[in-house]
């Protein structure tokens, strides 16, 4: 590896994110509702579950915030997250309130249980594991640190590949786990990956983004295989 090279990666190095991946299943739920779920979450009395095209969404996530050992910062005023999805497709770029929803709360106070909804999909409680070396993909490096050393460099090209970290299951914080071209770092908050035991799948094995905005206005974006 050439020694210009080699420089460009120890300083990725230092670029390295810290995240909350993850943890799904392998443990038993707890009683109380107001935790870490996919298929399952809460809202205010009367509140219910948000209705696209004359039918309800279901709860795919929902995170509990104090419950994540790294917490970005556009979720520091925020106790509690629930994303929403339709049951009728993915709403592939499609603006916040269409075909997908967050809702969030300042305080978890009054929260409760939803009222259940058949979906095809299995419900499981969700624990956080923290880790302090996600590494960005090849598109979105580029706008972390310049890259053209390495590209011009096999061995170091490989050693990107091959010896970074990326965490491509469901995480808060971090990097976005790009599949096909760079998913954006700038206002990412968290990703929901294709969790096999949940049944849940974006497409061929994808994995759906979401980004806030300093406004606090919501995007989400999916890639696939």
Same mark, same amino acid.
């Given at each position: 590896?050439?020694?210009?090279?080699?420089?460009? *990666?120890?300083? !990725?190095?230092?670029? &390295?994110?810290?995240?909350?991946?993850? %943890?799904?299943? +392998?443990? /038993?739920?707890?009683?109380?509702?107001?935790?870490?779920?996919?298929?399952?979450?809460?809202?205010?009395?009367?509140?219910?579950?948000?209705?696209?095209?004359?039918?309800?969404?279901?709860?795919?996530?929902?995170?509990?915030?104090?419950?994540?050992?790294?917490?970005?910062?556009?979720?520091?005023?925020?106790? *509690?997250?629930? !994303?929403?999805?339709? &049951?009728?497709?993915?709403?592939?770029? %499609?603006?916040? +309130?269409? /075909?997908?929803?967050?809702?969030?709360?300042?305080?978890?106070?009054?929260?409760?249980?939803?009222?259940?909804?058949?979906?095809?999909?299995?419900?499981?409680?969700?624990?956080?594991?923290?880790?302090?070396?996600?590494?960005?993909?090849?598109?979105?490096?580029?706008?972390?640190?310049?890259?053209?050393?390495?590209?011009?460099?096999?061995?170091?090209?490989?050693?990107?590949?091959?010896?970074?970290?990326?965490?491509?299951?469901?995480?808060?914080?971090?990097?976005?786990?790009?599949?096909?071209?760079?998913?954006?770092?700038?206002?990412?908050?968290?990703?929901?990956?294709?969790?096999?035991?949940?049944?849940?799948?974006?497409?061929?094995?994808?994995?759906?983004?979401?980004?806030?905005?300093?406004?606090?206005?919501?995007?989400?974006?999916?890639?696939?295989?």
């Amino acid at each position: 590896m050439k020694s210009k090279s080699a420089l460009v *990666l120890e300083d !990725l190095r230092t670029q &390295l994110r810290p995240a909350s991946v993850a %943890q799904v299943g +392998g443990f /038993g739920p707890s009683a109380d509702p107001i935790t870490s779920w996919f298929l399952q979450g809460v809202s205010l009395p009367g509140e219910g579950l948000p209705v696209w095209k004359g039918q309800p969404m279901f709860p795919l996530l929902q995170i509990r915030t104090d419950e994540l050992p790294v917490v970005p910062e556009q979720l520091k005023d925020v106790a *509690l997250l629930v !994303l929403y999805h339709n &049951l009728e497709s993915h709403p592939f770029d %499609q603006p916040h +309130g269409e /075909g997908w929803l967050i809702r969030e709360y300042a305080t978890l106070e009054g929260l409760e249980l939803l009222p259940a909804i058949n979906t095809p999909y299995r419900a499981f409680p969700v624990r956080w594991v923290s880790v302090n070396d996600d590494a960005p993909g090849w598109e979105d490096a580029w706008d972390v640190i310049d890259l053209s050393d390495v590209n011009e460099d096999e061995d170091a090209s490989n050693c990107f590949f091959d010896d970074f970290n990326r965490y491509s299951g469901t995480k808060v914080g971090g990097y976005p786990t790009e599949i096909q071209h760079g998913a954006g770092i700038q206002d990412f908050v968290f990703q929901v990956g294709s969790e096999e035991k949940v049944n849940w799948m974006w497409s061929d094995n994808g994995i759906g983004y979401f980004h806030k905005s300093p406004e606090g206005i919501w995007t989400f974006s999916c890639q696939f295989y």
